[in-house]
């Protein structure tokens, strides 16, 4: 025995917006070389020492997407364990307050609810796709 301590996972504390505009929803693409690099998900990223969690968020869309966001409710939050990471998810329905511009040359689009299956997201999507996809899909 050494004497050293397991060495866990980080955990990574991360926002994320719902934007809903038309019927559709806002998705940005991970860039090459990223953790998930070329899967869809929903626009936002790490919170800072100390930051709120709608303080990230509204820091994130405007870093992101050169526009503002109004954060309204969380609808969803999920802790996910990677391999090499802990990621505590909290996803936000969000009103951008602009024309979103694709500001650090990511992949975007919109997309209808019955497109969200079809995507590659990350794992830890899975649930909020699911309950997305099914909540209205008769509405």
């Known amino acids: 025995m050494t004497g050293l301590a397991p060495v866990l996972p980080r955990r990574i504390v991360v ?30 990223g790490k919170c800072e020492e100390g930051e709120t969690h709608v303080a990230s968020l509204e820091r994130e869309i405007a870093e992101e997407l050169s526009t503002g966001g109004v954060v309204g409710r969380e609808v969803f939050s999920i802790t996910h364990s990677y391999p090499d990471r802990v990621v505590e998810l909290h996803f936000f329905e969000c009103r951008l307050t602009g024309s979103p511009v694709a500001a650090l040359g990511q992949e975007m689009r919109w997309v209808s609810r019955e497109e969200l299956r079809s995507l590659p997201f990350p794992p830890a999507d899975e649930e909020l796709i699911r309950r997305l996809t099914t909540s209205r899909d008769k509405g």
Do not use: I, N, S, Y
Request: net charge neutral; no cysteine.
């Open 15 to 44: 926002t994320a917006a719902v934007v809903e505009q038309d019927g559709r929803f806002l998705v940005t693409r991970r860039p090459r070389g990223v953790h998930l690099e070329g899967l869809w998900e929903f626009p936002g």
